[in-house]
């Protein structure tokens, strides 16, 4: 795998002072993210075509995960 070194903020990060900024480097076979809080840590790598199923799969989630908090007001 090439070496990941193009690490750019997630759009989905977040404003403010950061504290929720996952970064994603892309590459022609893979994609990685990572944690900017801690950046030589854990990084997770997806073939490109999992990384789709992943998105989805983390959106479908958070869809959830929103009507479940509407329920409790």
Avoid at 17 to 36: F, K, P, Q
Avoid at 42 to 50: E, I, N, Q, R, W
């Amino acid at each position: 795998m090439d070496t990941l070194d193009n690490w750019r903020k997630s759009s989905y990060s977040g404003g403010g002072d950061g504290n929720s900024c996952v970064e994603v480097s892309d590459r022609r076979t893979h994609i990685a993210i990572r944690d900017s809080k801690t950046p030589t840590r854990a990084t997770l790598t997806f073939p490109t075509g999992a990384f789709t199923h992943f998105i989805a799969a983390l959106q479908a989630t958070s869809h959830i995960s929103d009507s479940r908090e509407s329920d409790r007001w």
